[in-house]
Structure formats: structure tokens, C-alpha cells
């Protein structure tokens, strides 16, 4: 089981190395987690965008672009494309987001004719690594849905079981988080909370998962406030999923660890036929090559 972000570089040694196709990769950040990524042996990447930009700021940052393919295009739109199709011929196995809005790659993966799209519905997946914490938490979904219904908790509980799987994880433990533990139909959170947590008992989710909720956020992770509130409970303080009830409580607890608690992260979509690591502006160069070595674990899996 991985317990630190680090360990996925282990994992990934000696593995066939994930093909990455990158849509607009003429960006320096991108460039420079690509660049640390071929270093330790973990990707081969397709690099798709302006040819020019992309070989001056790798002359820059000493990325040594010999061997790599470089697909040479400059309308944003077409390098979602090219990338996104890269991966549905089996070209590469899987994609990440380059210098250009989240919407125009995504439309390309949903894309009836030549995308990635399945039957799930796509989610955000968020590692996070705690020095507080014994092991590695992922929450769902603080970037992407909303404001989920019942239906869509139970496909976005799915991709977040997989996510989970990918790390190792045994018996994947999921805490669904509302405001109370006691079930009130004024609150929605609650009333999914608990249909998730009988229909994960009654083995929608399968036998190696125990959902649990309503739970509120310090029982989920503190096993010492569940016994002061005489909660009993079989996940308390060992939560390997935190699954939130709509996108600003996990985009607010993401947020909070990466900037108060200083932890380190990685983010992932899942839900389509292969893994896309869509990373923000603001996220750290540390954050995306975290990101796209857990696409690599999930996609070579």
C-alpha cells in the first residue's frame, strides 16, 4: 500500500512507462513535471502544441527533447484533439491538460465520435499527504460536480474506489461527509449519506469497502472525537475516502490542507477510459508531477 506520494515513483520503477499525450504543452510548468517525470523514468510523453515554444523553453529548463515526439499545432482546440485522440487509437495511455481552460480539453474527452467518454460520469479525485495523517486521503469531488444528487455520489464513490485501488488500498474505507451523523431530510447530505452507506452494505460497492455516513468531518478523521462522542464506528481516524457533499466543502478541505497544513497533493479525473490529469495554474510544479505519476499508476494498472 502506498502511504507516501514519494512511493509512487518505487511502484512505478521497473514498470512499463505510461505513454502521457500533452494537450498545449508550451507552458514551462507542464515542461518542467514532463521534464522530471522522463527523468525518473516514469513516462514517455507526446508532447502536443507550438514546436517552437516548447523547444525554446525546454532549452531553458535542460529538458533534453531527443526521442520525444513533438506534435506541432497552435489552435488550442485541435491540440485537445489530437491529444485526446492520441489516447482513444491507443497511442498513449493516458492525457493531461497543457496551457489551455479545463473546458476545451474536456469537450474533446466527451466527444461522441473520438473521445474518452463511458457511461460514468466524470470526477475529481484529490490525494493529499499530511504529516498529521498516517496515511494517504483522497477526497471527491472538490473540482468537478457541483452539487452531486444521490446517483451521481454513487458513480463518483466508484471512481474514488478505483482511485483508491490504484494505490493499493485493500479494504477502501469512505467517509461521507455531512454536518451531523443523525440523519435529518432538511439536510440532503445526510439522507444520501446514509442510502450510500445501506447500499454499500447490501454489497453495491463490493466486499472489499466499508462506506460509512452521515459522519461529520473530526469523526471521519479523528478516531479520539468519535470515542469522546461515544460514535461507534468501524472507519474513525483511518479514512482512506473523504466523500463530500457538494464541490465547495471538498474545494474548502482541499484548499485548507494544501495552504494551512502545508500537505503535498495530487489530483486526477476519473470516470472516462483513461485517467487525465488536469492540474491548475496555481498548483505547484511538485503538485503535477505527483499528479502525472498517479495517472501513470492508474493507467499502466
Known sequence: MIKKLDDMFKQLEGTNRGILSVAAAHDE????????????????PILVGNNDRIEKISKEIGFDLTGIRIIDENDLQKCAEIAVKLVSQNEADYVMKGLL??????????????????????????????????????????????????????????????????????KVKVACL???????????????????????????????VIVEGPLAFDLAVSKEAAE?????????????????????????????????????????????????VLTSRADSHESKLYSIAYGALIATK
Open 228 to 276: 469522546v462522542k461515544g460514535f461507534k464506528s468501524k472507519i474513525s481516524g483511518d479514512v482512506d475516502v473523504l466523500l463530500v457533499p457538494t464541490i465547495e466543502v471538498g474545494n474548502g478541505i482541499g484548499k485548507a490542507l494544501t495552504y494551512m497544513a502545508d500537505s503535498k497533493s495530487a489530483g486526477i479525473v476519473m470516470g472516462a477510459k483513461a485517467p487525465i
Open 29 to 44: 510548468e507542464v515542461l518542467m513535471a514532463i521534464k522530471d517525470a522522463v527523468e525518473r523514468g516514469i513516462i514517455t
Open 178 to 208: 455531512a454536518a451531523k451523523e443523525k440523519v435529518n431530510p432538511k439536510m440532503q447530505a445526510t439522507v444520501d449519506a446514509d442510502l450510500l452507506a445501506q447500499a454499500c452494505a447490501n454489497g453495491r460497492f463490493g466486499k472489499d
Open 101 to 170: 481552460d479545463t473546458s476545451i480539453l474536456l469537450k474533446e474527452v466527451l466527444n461522441k465520435e473520438y473521445g474518452l467518454r463511458t457511461d460514468n460520469l466524470l470526477s475529481h479525485v484529490m490525494i493529499y499527504e499530511l504529516d498529521e495523517y498516517h496515511k494517504l486521503m483522497l477526497i471527491t469531488d472538490g473540482g468537478m460536480n457541483i452539487a452531486p444528487n444521490y446517483e451521481q455520489k454513487e458513480q463518483i464513490l466508484e471512481n474514488s474506489i478505483k482511485a483508491a485501488k490504484a494505490l493499493g488500498v485493500c
